[in-house]
C-alpha cells in the first residue's frame, strides 16, 4: 500500500508530505483545489509524461517521491534482475529537471523509464473518469474475461499465450513470403546495386550527431588565427591599465568608501563585486581556451575528409542528415536480406504456415467455447455487482460472433449488450448505458480484475461521476468493501462517499500573495470532517442544517 507521498515543486505545490494508511481514503477540496495535481503527481512515479511546464520554480527540479510497503508482493526476482534493494518498504522517486529531462529511481537505483512503468503497473492502478469508456472497447471487454478466465483456470493462459505467440510467427512468415514473392521478380542487377550502396554506407560507419561535431570541430581548427586574434583584442580589452577589469576594481573600491552612507550605494557595491568576479572568470577562460587553441593541419584535413563523405553520401541518396542515411542503410539492409534468394526457402516457409494456421484454425475454436461458456457465470456475478449499486434491473450480455479469419485474440468478435430497466431490450452499451452507468459497470469490471491482479495501491479519479444521493452512498459502500483487500484512495465530490471513507483528506488553495496560490492537503480530524462534510452537503455557505446532516453521515 502507499505510505507516503511527498512532492515538491510541482505545479501549484511547492512541498507536500502525506501519509497514508490502509483502507479506504477519501480526497475531496473546490475545483481548482488541486486535487488533479495529486492525481499528476501519481501519474509521474507511475512512468507518466514528464511536463516541464509544471515545474513550481523552474530553478529548482519537481521531485515526486512515494513509499510503498510491499511486504505482501514477491518482488525478489525483479529486484535481483535490476540489482536493487529489495527491502519490506519501496521507494519510488522521479525528478524532472529544469532542462526537462527526468531521471526515475527505485530504492535509490536508477531506473529507465519503461522499466518504472511496466513495475508500477504492479503497485498501483489509477482510474481516471475517461476510463469508463474503455468498457466500450472490444478488446478491453476480451481482455477482461481473459483475465478472469485465466484466474480460474491458469491452462487457459499459458493455451492463449501460445496461440499468441504462434499467431505473431505466423504474421512474419506470412510477410516473408509475400515479399520473397515479390522479390524474386526483381533482377539480379537490382540486389547487386542496392548491395552496393548497402556496403558503402556500412563502411563509413556513421554515427548520428557526429556531421554537427564534424562541423564545429572543423570550422573551429580552421579559423583558430582569426579566433586567436579576436581572443587577443578582448583580452586587452580586459586586462590593459584602463580596461574593464581594472576600471571595476577602482569603481568597486571607490564605491566601498562611500557605501555606508547609504543603503543603495551598498547595492551598488556589490553589483559591482559581482560583475568584477564574472569579468575576472571570463579572463581566466578565455586565456586558457586561447592556449589550447593550437593549429592541427592533419586533423583539419581528416575532419574534411570525413564531411566530404558524408556530403556526398547524403547528395547520392537525396536526403539531408546522418540520421536519414541511416534510415536509407536500414531499408537497404531489408532489401538485401529479402533479395538474397539463396537464403530462403519458400517451399519450407509455406510448409510451415500451413500448419501452424491448422494449428492456429483449432486452438481459436478452443479458446471461443471456454470463453463463451465462462462469459455466462460473470454475467450473473455483475449483474448481482450492478444490483448493489442501485441497477436492479440490469441484463448483460457478452455477445460473440464468429470472425471471417482469426486474428491475434482468436475468432471472436465481442460485443457487451446492456440494459439497464425492465422490459428493455439488450443492446450495444455505447448506445443505451448513461455515464453514470457506465462509471458503475465499470467500477465492476475493476473490482473482478483486481481480485485477480492485485494492485497495492488503487486510486479512483472521481470515477462516480453521473451518481448522486442513495447510489452515490451504495457506490462508496462498494468501494469500502474493495478496500477490505486493497489500500483505495479515491478523489470525490460526494459526501455519501466521502463520509463512508476511513480517512478524509482536504485539499485546499492558499493565497501567498503576488497572485500566487498553493495547494496543501490536510488530513481532517472529526470536527473539520463534518465541516467538509457539511460544506459538499450545502456549498461555501455552511448551514446549521448541513452540519446536523454531516454529523448523521458520519454517526457522531
Same mark, same amino acid.
Given at each position: 500500500?502507499l505510505?507516503?507521498l511527498?512532492?515538491?515543486?510541482?505545479?501549484?505545490?511547492?512541498?507536500?508530505?502525506?501519509?497514508?494508511?490502509?483502507?479506504?481514503?477519501?480526497l475531496?477540496?473546490?475545483?481548482?483545489?488541486?486535487?488533479s495535481?495529486?492525481?499528476g503527481?501519481?501519474?509521474?512515479?507511475?512512468?507518466?509524461?514528464?511536463?516541464?511546464?509544471?515545474?513550481?520554480?523552474?530553478?529548482?527540479?519537481?521531485?515526486?517521491?512515494?513509499?510503498?510497503?510491499?511486504?505482501n508482493?514477491?518482488?525478489?526476482?525483479?529486484?535481483?534482475?535490476?540489482?536493487?534493494?529489495?527491502?519490506?518498504?519501496?521507494?519510488?522517486r522521479?525528478?524532472?529537471?529544469?532542462?526537462? @529531462? #527526468?531521471? &526515475?529511481?527505485?530504492?535509490?537505483?536508477?531506473?529507465?523509464l !519503461?522499466? *518504472?512503468? $511496466? %513495475? +508500477?503497473l504492479? =503497485?498501483?492502478?489509477?482510474?481516471?473518469?475517461?476510463?469508463?469508456?474503455?468498457?466500450?472497447?472490444?478488446?478491453?471487454q476480451?481482455?477482461?474475461?481473459?483475465?478472469?478466465?485465466?484466474?480460474?483456470?491458469?491452462?487457459?493462459?499459458?493455451?492463449?499465450?501460445?496461440?499468441?505467440?504462434?499467431?505473431?510467427?505466423?504474421?512474419?512468415?506470412?510477410?516473408?513470403?509475400?515479399?520473397?514473392?515479390?522479390?524474386?521478380?526483381?533482377?539480379?542487377?537490382?540486389?547487386?546495386?542496392?548491395?552496393?550502396?548497402?556496403?558503402?554506407?556500412?563502411?563509413a560507419n556513421?554515427?548520428?550527431?557526429?556531421?554537427?561535431?564534424?562541423?564545429?570541430?572543423?570550422?573551429?581548427l580552421?579559423?583558430?588565427?582569426?579566433?586567436?586574434k579576436?581572443?587577443?583584442?578582448?583580452?586587452?580589452?580586459?586586462?590593459?591599465?584602463?580596461?574593464?577589469?581594472?576600471?571595476?576594481? @577602482? #569603481?568597486? &573600491?571607490?564605491?566601498n568608501?562611500?557605501?555606508?552612507?547609504? !543603503?543603495? *550605494?551598498? $547595492? %551598488? +557595491?556589490?553589483r =559591482?563585486?559581482?560583475?568584477?568576479?564574472?569579468?575576472?572568470?571570463?579572463?581566466?577562460?578565455?586565456?586558457?581556451?586561447?592556449?589550447?587553441?593550437?593549429?592541427?593541419?592533419?586533423?583539419i584535413?581528416?575532419?574534411?575528409?570525413?564531411?566530404?563523405?558524408?556530403?556526398?553520401?547524403?547528395?547520392?541518396?537525396?536526403?539531408?542528415?546522418?540520421?536519414?542515411?541511416?534510415?536509407?542503410?536500414?531499408?537497404?539492409?531489408?532489401?538485401?536480406?529479402?533479395?538474397?534468394?539463396?537464403?530462403?526457402?519458400?517451399?519450407?516457409?509455406e510448409?510451415?504456415?500451413?500448419?501452424?494456421?491448422?494449428?492456429?484454425?483449432?486452438?481459436?475454436?478452443?479458446?471461443?467455447?471456454?470463453?463463451?461458456?465462462f462469459?455466462?457465470?460473470i454475467e450473473?456475478?455483475?449483474?448481482?455487482?450492478?444490483?448493489?449499486?442501485?441497477?436492479n434491473?440490469?441484463?448483460?450480455?457478452?455477445?460473440?460472433?464468429?470472425?471471417?479469419?482469426?486474428?491475434?485474440?482468436?475468432?471472436d468478435? *465481442?460485443?457487451?449488450?446492456?440494459?439497464?430497466?425492465?422490459?428493455?431490450?439488450?443492446?450495444?452499451?455505447q448506445?443505451?448505458?448513461?455515464?453514470?452507468?457506465?462509471?458503475?459497470?465499470?467500477l465492476?469490471?475493476?473490482?473482478?480484475?483486481?481480485?485477480?491482479?492485485?494492485?497495492?495501491?488503487?486510486?479512483?479519479?472521481?470515477?462516480?461521476?453521473?451518481?448522486?444521493?442513495?447510489v452515490?452512498?451504495?457506490?462508496?459502500?462498494?468501494?469500502?468493501?474493495?478496500?477490505?483487500?486493497?489500500?483505495?484512495?479515491?478523489?470525490?465530490?460526494?459526501?455519501?462517499?466521502?463520509?463512508?471513507?476511513?480517512?478524509?483528506?482536504?485539499?485546499?488553495?492558499?493565497?501567498?500573495?503576488?497572485?500566487?496560490?498553493?495547494?496543501?492537503?490536510?488530513?481532517?480530524?472529526?470536527?473539520?470532517?463534518?465541516?467538509?462534510?457539511?460544506?459538499?452537503?450545502s456549498?461555501?455557505?455552511?448551514?446549521?442544517?448541513?452540519?446536523?446532516?454531516?454529523?448523521?453521515?458520519?454517526?457522531?
Open positions: 500500500m505510505k507516503n511527498v512532492i515538491n515543486n510541482f505545479a501549484t505545490i511547492n512541498q507536500l508530505n502525506i501519509d497514508f494508511s490502509s483502507g479506504f481514503s477519501v475531496t477540496g473546490q475545483t481548482g483545489s488541486g486535487k495535481i495529486i492525481i503527481a501519481l501519474n509521474l512515479i507511475s512512468g507518466g509524461r514528464a511536463d516541464f511546464s509544471k515545474l513550481n520554480d523552474k530553478t529548482k527540479k519537481i521531485v515526486i517521491e512515494a513509499e510503498f510497503d510491499v511486504s508482493f514477491n518482488f525478489s526476482n525483479f529486484f535481483h534482475h535490476h540489482d536493487i534493494d529489495n527491502e519490506k518498504y519501496l521507494i519510488i522521479r525528478e524532472v529537471l529544469p532542462n526537462g @529531462k #527526468s531521471r &526515475s529511481f527505485i530504492n535509490d537505483t536508477p531506473v529507465r !519503461e522499466i *518504472l512503468k $511496466n %513495475f +508500477s504492479k =503497485i498501483i492502478d489509477i482510474h481516471s473518469q475517461h476510463e469508463n469508456l474503455l468498457v466500450n472497447d472490444e478488446f478491453f476480451l481482455n477482461f474475461l481473459d483475465n478472469l478466465l485465466g484466474s480460474k483456470n491458469p491452462q487457459f493462459l499459458d493455451f492463449l499465450t501460445e496461440y499468441q505467440k504462434k499467431f505473431s510467427a505466423n504474421q512474419f512468415l506470412s510477410q516473408k513470403i509475400d515479399q520473397f514473392r515479390q522479390n524474386s521478380k526483381l533482377q539480379k542487377e537490382e540486389f547487386e546495386n542496392f548491395n552496393f550502396l548497402l556496403s558503402e554506407l556500412q563502411n556513421l554515427k548520428i550527431g557526429e556531421k554537427k561535431e564534424i562541423s564545429e570541430k572543423y570550422n573551429l580552421n579559423n583558430v588565427f582569426d579566433i586567436k579576436t581572443l587577443n583584442k578582448i583580452l586587452t580589452f580586459l586586462q590593459n591599465e584602463n580596461g574593464v577589469i581594472s576600471s571595476l576594481e @577602482k #569603481s568597486s &573600491s571607490l564605491l568608501s562611500i557605501s555606508k552612507f547609504n !543603503e543603495k *550605494l551598498v $547595492n %551598488f +557595491s556589490d =559591482i563585486s559581482s560583475n568584477l568576479i564574472d569579468f575576472k572568470d571570463l579572463n581566466e577562460e578565455i586565456n586558457l581556451f586561447q592556449d589550447r587553441l593550437n593549429v592541427d593541419q592533419n586533423k584535413e581528416e575532419l574534411e575528409v570525413r564531411l566530404n563523405l558524408i556530403n556526398s553520401l547524403e547528395e547520392k541518396h537525396l536526403v539531408s542528415s546522418v540520421e536519414q542515411l541511416l534510415k536509407k542503410q536500414e531499408e537497404l539492409s531489408k532489401k538485401v536480406s529479402f533479395l538474397d534468394l539463396s537464403k530462403t526457402d519458400i517451399t519450407r516457409l510448409k510451415d504456415f500451413n500448419e501452424n494456421k491448422e494449428w492456429l484454425f483449432n486452438a481459436s475454436n478452443s479458446i471461443s467455447k471456454l470463453r463463451r461458456d462469459s455466462k457465470n450473473l456475478k455483475l449483474i448481482q455487482d450492478l444490483e448493489q449499486l442501485g441497477i434491473d440490469a441484463k448483460i450480455q457478452f455477445s460473440f460472433k464468429d470472425l471471417d479469419s482469426f486474428n491475434y485474440y482468436g475468432k468478435s *465481442l460485443e457487451l449488450l446492456f440494459s439497464a430497466n425492465k422490459g428493455h431490450d439488450l443492446k450495444p452499451i448506445k443505451v448505458a448513461s455515464g453514470g452507468e457506465l462509471s458503475r459497470l465499470m465492476c469490471i475493476k473490482k473482478h480484475l483486481y481480485l485477480t491482479k492485485k494492485s497495492s495501491t488503487i486510486i479512483f479519479d472521481e470515477i462516480d461521476s453521473g451518481v448522486s444521493g442513495k452515490a452512498e451504495k457506490v462508496g459502500f462498494f468501494m469500502k468493501e474493495i478496500s477490505k483487500k486493497q489500500q483505495i484512495i479515491a478523489i470525490t465530490h460526494l459526501p455519501q462517499i466521502a463520509s463512508i471513507a476511513n480517512d478524509h483528506y482536504k485539499v485546499f488553495k492558499n493565497e501567498l500573495g503576488d497572485e500566487k496560490i498553493e495547494t496543501k492537503i490536510n488530513l481532517l480530524d472529526d470536527k473539520n470532517r463534518v465541516l467538509e462534510l457539511a460544506r459538499l452537503l456549498g461555501e455557505e455552511i448551514t446549521d442544517e448541513a452540519i446536523a446532516n454531516a454529523e448523521k453521515m458520519l454517526n457522531i
